[in-house]
């Protein structure tokens, strides 16, 4: 099982400080993953309803400071080592695909193949239009279909690739450098809709749903192999990953936690990630409530990196 | 003067290694900055010529193997305390500008202020095209401008912050980070011709022609100066940098004519950075040919450091 923490590259407490000292202390305490979210610019206002949390959960105060993903990636691969580097997630058709796929080549080969893509195909039509990708917003799904595609052929086709897709028109081009890892860096696939796992099981490497339960888990699970039968790929095919909350020690330790909020004693976090381990994650995202204090997220990763994780290794 | 170099981030010298190599010698020999350049995508073929100053025949494989210009840099500012990090030049029109504002911002933060932005307007149609930039193209100045404006735009305004051009408009937004020095990063121009000329005057905060011979130079100054009185700007306003080519000790010497050329004699070198510094440059660029090994461009750039600038700082 591997763990990974979110460098909170959003809301207040996002700076060049604690995004270099988060990156810094997961490579000390341990840690397999460091990974940043992706939003651009936040919309005034916003009408589109964000699926990761209740109504009105996403607003310009909470969001605003939104560090961009792929720079902090980038920078981080820069004084790292060994962590690897993923998105959690990038949302795809609000950039330009060949861009997207020359950045993670380049990004792959300069931290030794350590990088993660996690996609997802966004939900807010404000940001799209802001970007200029209004064309992109309805055909999103298909748009995100089409990109993954390009991207494979890039990554793997020596010579000129092309494509002439219903959202994407590519004329022959050529794209070195390939990324470090012989047939590209791995795609993980964000969002627990139907839809986001089947482009899971037909396109994927990985899939990351985010804050969901043990039995949701599990049903999803089961569509996601059922999926990966219908598109004829082996069942380890895909990665299963999981975001998970650590509140910092003094939040939230009253009991009235949610299966995927990890809090106070830590045999009882252990286990509730040991159930999650039992209906398939590999990979657990561990994030910090948005606005969580640097020193706050600092000490709800060494929490988990010191009490909750050697009692999963000697299970 | 201040002396930078460029890391070759194309042809077929780039690798994982070269770039971190060439970027950890540049702080221990006491350079002032390190450059990328830029392109994301070669077309296999193009039906128009170079433009002029890019003589010979079109050939992809000249150009297919470049790294991404902004990924080079990001990684480069996570492996390096003091070098200030700088592209020479981004196409501008061929991203959007609110993602590239934002991913610049970004990297000037996280790396405490030490990008500088140049600019140029690009001359490849069927790239903007492969980016589905292709109707930038035929406006690409124009679009250059408004880019400009629009960076400065999200960097400085607090709170909401919207944009209404010719080519590119956003609803209002929230943008943050801000680029860790107020107004942001310094924007150099790129380009010898009459319109980068106008364009450093209008909105640079240098004027970077590249390869210029030192009478060219003082003939461009002059219309620089004109042209900061018609924007009601002062000549102290825009500084002017420049881009030469060093050789490694024994080769070039052919070439080593001309202004811009280093190579062989130390004393000879050293006497024509003067002549450049004297004409007003006051940041000079050093790149090596392109297909130059590695093991020589660090020669060059030793020859560079050890020899000629010392004799430089002498004088």
């Not at chain 1, 996002?14 to 992706?38: H, K, M, N, Q």
Request: glycine share 10%; with cysteine; proline share 7%.
């Amino acid at each position: 099982m591997k763990i990974g923490i979110h460098l909170g590259n959003n809301g207040a407490s996002a700076t060049a400080e604690s995004i270099a000292t988060l990156a810094a202390r997961a490579e000390e305490l341990g840690f397999d993953s460091v990974w940043v979210s992706d939003h651009i610019a936040i919309p005034t206002r916003i009408e589109s309803q964000y699926p990761y949390g209740p109504p009105g959960s996403f607003t310009p105060e909470h969001t605003q400071n939104f560090w961009e993903a792929f720079a902090v990636l980038a920078f981080v691969a820069g004084m790292t080592k060994r962590v690897e580097l993923g998105t959690s997630v990038i949302v795809l058709p609000q950039r330009p695909p060949l861009l997207i796929a020359k950045q993670w080549a380049t990004l792959d080969q300069l931290s030794g193949g350590r990088a993660i893509l996690g996609v997802g195909a966004g939900w807010m039509r404000e940001e799209f239009e802001a970007l200029g990708f209004s064309h992109t917003f309805d055909p999103r799904g298909k748009a995100t279909d089409e990109a993954i595609n390009l991207f494979r052929a890039a990554w793997t086709t020596d010579g000129p690739i092309e494509a002439h897709g219903e959202v994407y028109d590519v004329n022959p081009v050529l794209m070195w450098p390939k990324p470090a890892r012989p047939g590209g860096l791995p795609i993980w696939i964000g969002g627990h809709g139907k839809r986001s796992i089947r482009r899971a099981a037909e396109l994927g490497d990985g899939w990351q749903p985010l804050r969901i339960g043990v039995e949701e888990l599990s049903e999803l699970i089961r569509y996601l192999r059922e999926q990966l039968n219908r598109y004829r790929r082996s069942q380890d095919a895909v990665t299963i990953s999981l975001g998970v909350t650590a509140l910092p020690p003094g939040n939230g330790s009253g009991g009235a936690t949610q299966e995927w909020e990890l809090a106070g004693d830590p045999d009882e976090s252990a286990e509730k990630l040991k159930r999650y381990a039992a209906a398939g994650a590999e990979h657990f995202v561990v994030n910090c409530p948005r606005g969580t204090s640097m020193a706050g997220m600092i000490e709800a990763y060494e929490s988990v990196a010191r009490e909750v994780r050697p009692r999963l290794d000697g299970s | 003067m201040k002396l930078g170099i460029h890391l070759g981030n194309n042809g077929a010298s780039a690798s994982a290694e070269s770039l971190p190599l060439l970027a950890a010698r540049a702080e221990e020999l006491g350079f002032d900055s390190v450059w990328t350049s830029d392109h994301v995508v070669i077309p296999s073929s193009i039906a128009g010529e170079q433009p002029a100053g890019r003589p010979g025949v079109y050939d992809p494989a000249d150009l297919e193997n470049y790294w991404e210009a902004f990924s080079v840099l990001a990684f480069v500012a996570g492996m390096t305390t003091r070098v200030q990090l700088g592209v020479t030049v981004i196409v501008v029109p061929q991203r959007e500008p609110l993602l590239f504002a934002k991913q610049w911002a970004t990297l000037d933060q996280l790396s405490g202020g030490r990008t500088i932005l140049g600019v140029g307007v690009g001359w490849n149609r069927e790239e903007f095209e492969s980016l589905g930039a292709g109707d930038k193209f035929d406006r690409r100045g124009a679009a250059t401008d408004e880019a400009i404006r629009l960076w400065r735009t999200v960097w400085q305004t607090e709170g909401d912050v919207s944009f209404s051009g010719d080519v590119y408009r956003f609803n209002p937004i929230r943008f943050l980070p801000k680029p860790a020095r107020p107004g942001g990063p310094p924007i150099w121009v790129g380009g010898s011709a009459r319109p980068s000329i106008r364009r450093a005057a209008q909105y640079g905060d240098n004027w970077h022609p590249i390869r210029a011979s030192i009478d060219d130079l003082k003939v461009g100054r002059a219309q620089l100066d004109e042209q900061l009185a018609r924007f009601g700007r002062k000549p102290e306003d825009v500084t002017v940098s420049m881009t030469v080519t060093a050789f490694p000790p024994g080769q070039g010497t052919n070439g080593s004519s001309r202004d811009y050329v280093l190579a062989g004699d130390p004393v000879a070198s050293a006497e024509k950075l003067r002549r450049y510094a004297e004409a007003g440059v006051d940041h000079l660029v050093v790149n090596c040919a392109r297909g130059t090994p590695v093991s020589e461009m660090l020669a060059a750039y030793e020859f560079v450091a050890k020899e000629v600038r010392p004799r430089v700082d002498a004088s």
